[in-house]
């Protein structure tokens, strides 16, 4: 019986799947923070745009790190667990201020990107080689 040849790469591309549904979901959070600012509710409009403007060089950060995932670099491993730890971090900070349809989400998220990362296969694709010794 031959083996599935995307089995391997299964999980990096769970993974990164997770990686660009976060970065999309920063580019919703940026229009609506752009909506907000549009519309004067924010105190400041300086800062209003600011934090527009980060959330969608965040994004794109984000985006890429999930094309090196997917590409199976071994330099986008850790990008990825330090992502996941600030979405984490996001998803509890926004259930306990009442806004469980964003929190729950994010949670989820990263716990199916950080699933997908810890599959053996994953941590064999990811692995750096090691130098030869003669």
Avoid: Y
């Avoid at 660009?20 to 600012?37: I, R």
């Avoid at 794109?60 to 590409?71: D, N």
């Avoid at 349809?101 to 750096?128: D, F, H, I, Q, V």
């Amino acid at each position: 019986m031959a083996a599935n040849p995307t089995a391997p790469r299964a999980g990096l591309l769970l993974a990164a799947a997770a990686q660009v549904l976060e970065a999309a979901g920063l580019c919703v959070a940026a229009a609506f923070g752009a909506v907000s600012t549009a519309d004067g509710k924010s105190s400041q409009a300086a800062s209003g745009v600011a934090l527009t403007v980060f959330a969608v060089v965040v994004a794109a950060g984000v985006a890429l790190i999930a094309v090196a995932l997917a590409k199976a670099r071994p330099w986008s491993r850790t990008p990825t667990v330090m992502t996941q730890l600030f979405v984490i971090i996001a998803g509890i900070v926004l259930l306990d201020g009442h806004r469980p349809e964003w929190g729950a989400p994010a949670l989820l998220l990263a716990a199916a990107c950080l699933g997908g990362l810890a599959t053996p296969a994953s941590l064999r694709a990811l692995n750096r080689p090691t130098p030869s010794r003669q």
